[in-house]
DNA sequence: TGGGGTACTAACAAAAGTGTAAGTAATGGC
DNA sequence: GCCATTACTTACACTTTTGTTAGTACCCCA
């Protein structure tokens, strides 16, 4: 998220690949957690503390990071309700929503082919 | 690739990540070249040095590194020809073939969505 | 003898990603 | 007044990923 040089091999990789579709697309979710977190919104609207839960490991930091970088991007919509103590809910935009059938093709490909190597 | 210290909480998260077969999935392509690179071997056979000369900006050190890493994952097959000068030979396995029509499908929905959020 | 071609490898450096620890605001209930 | 609750934020440290630069082996051919 932090402003970046604009000189670097890395930069220019970095717009190379991202005028590909696919990789345009995959970068959407990538990181450690996005998938995960839709996946787990695909069940509906959920709040900050729920979400939380649902990851053992996951630190306040990082969760809040990868819903921010997800509401950037048009996959989570983040509505703030007025109260105290604070209440948040986050559920996934249409956008995100058609990742559903893809995420289950993945998945499919992850539980046949996760045997076959070691 | 490298060795990894087994007790921090990146090591913890990597485990409890890796035991979901969707992001199991995304893990063996994620990384900046390798969508890319295996798009480019479904259409055949490739030696090294025509990746290479595919991804403008890619490093030898960077092209070798994914191509090792994907023939660890078992989605790539690596063929030495005894010749000289060296002539090594890329292609896709079955499993990684596997991917061809989800490729298909987040590329579709990179091209539908790209424009929406600027 | 020396240069060209191919597919690498090694040591180092920069950048990005992720985690740690502590602190904030607001308000209702005790 | 003081504490608990929730959803954060900040400053810093560590780990992984990616890039830079230089060099290797091998044999053929001039």
């Known amino acids: 998220m932090a402003a970046r040089k604009q000189n670097s091999t890395y930069t220019s990789n970095e717009k190379y690949i991202v005028e590909c579709d696919l990789t345009y697309a995959v970068n ?66 249409e956008m995100a929503a058609a990742f559903g059938p893809i995420f289950q093709q993945l998945s499919e490909w992850g539980g046949k082919h996760r045997k076959s190597v070691n």
């Not at 930091?61 to 921010?68: A, E």
């Open 28 to 93: 959407k979710i990538g990181g450690r957690w996005k998938i995960l977190i839709i996946s787990k919104l695909e069940k509906g609207k959920m709040r900050f503390g729920e979400l939380k839960k649902e990851f053992p490991y996951i630190t306040e930091r990082m969760l809040t990071l990868q819903l921010r970088a997800l509401e950037q991007d048009g996959l989570v919509k983040r509505t703030v309700y007025a109260e105290v103590p604070p209440r948040v809910e986050y559920e996934l935009t």
